[in-house]
Every structure is written in structure tokens, then in C-alpha cells.
Nanobody
Framework: QVQLVVSGGGLVQAGGSLRLSCAASGRTFSTYAMGWFRQAPGKEREFVAVISGSGVMTHFANSVKGRFTISRDNARNTVYLQMNSLKPEDTAVYYC????????????????WGQGTQVTVSS
């Protein structure tokens, strides 16, 4: 069982930055790939980024590539999403999730989810 606690959301102006954190419980954190998803009002939850258990491999949605980075600290059981050059269309509730599967782009392949955190980007 893995519990995930998300923090770091808030209100920021367009062009600004935010860093989200996701702290995990348990001693097997490094065995999970960790993903970030987001859900805007009236839209489906969408994939944002993922990082492998070792931190070597990352993938990003095209919409955030070059602006967002994902990293993890396995010693602290924490994964981060650094969001730069934020746009109003990045406004959403952001979730972190843990998986042992391979379909990192699919929310259905994740085993554990954190609570969401609201990110609002004003124009």
C-alpha cells in the first residue's frame, strides 16, 4: 500500500512558476514509476509527465514539453513537478500517481493516487 500526499499548488500569473511535490509512504517507493496527471473543469484527466523508478527515464505530454520537468528523490520518497512558463491553459487540478505497469500515459494503469492540488494560472 502506498499513500501519496500532494502539495504546492496555488495561484500564479501567466509566465510564472510553481513546484508541486508528492510525498509517498512506504519503503518501496523506488519500485514505482511516478506520474503526474491533471484535470481541468469539464475535461477528462490527462497525462502530464512520468518518471521511472530510478529516475533515469522521463516522458512528457507535448503540451508541457520544454516547460515542465519531473524529478524524484528516492531517499525522501518524493517526486516533484517543476512547472515553468505557466499558461492559463495549465489551470487544472493536478494529481500524482504511482504505477508498476507500462502504459504510463493511461490513468487506468496507475495503482495509487494522491489527492489533487489546484493550480490556477491567471492571464
Amino acid at each position: 500500500q502506498v499513500q501519496l500526499v500532494v502539495s504546492g499548488g496555488g495561484l500564479v500569473q501567466a509566465g510564472g512558476s510553481l513546484r508541486l511535490s508528492c510525498a509517498a509512504s512506504g519503503r518501496t517507493f523506488s519500485t514505482y514509476a511516478m506520474g503526474w496527471f491533471r484535470q481541468a473543469p469539464g475535461k477528462e484527466r490527462e497525462f502530464v509527465a512520468v518518471i521511472s523508478g530510478s529516475g533515469v527515464m522521463t516522458h512528457f505530454a507535448n503540451s508541457v514539453k520544454g516547460r515542465f520537468t519531473i524529478s524524484r528523490d528516492n531517499a525522501r520518497n518524493t517526486v516533484y513537478l517543476q512547472m515553468n512558463s505557466l499558461k492559463p491553459e495549465d489551470t487544472a487540478v493536478y494529481y500524482c500517481a504511482a504505477m508498476t505497469g507500462t502504459a504510463y500515459w493511461s490513468q487506468y494503469d496507475y495503482d495509487y493516487w494522491g489527492q489533487g492540488t489546484q493550480v490556477t494560472v491567471s492571464s
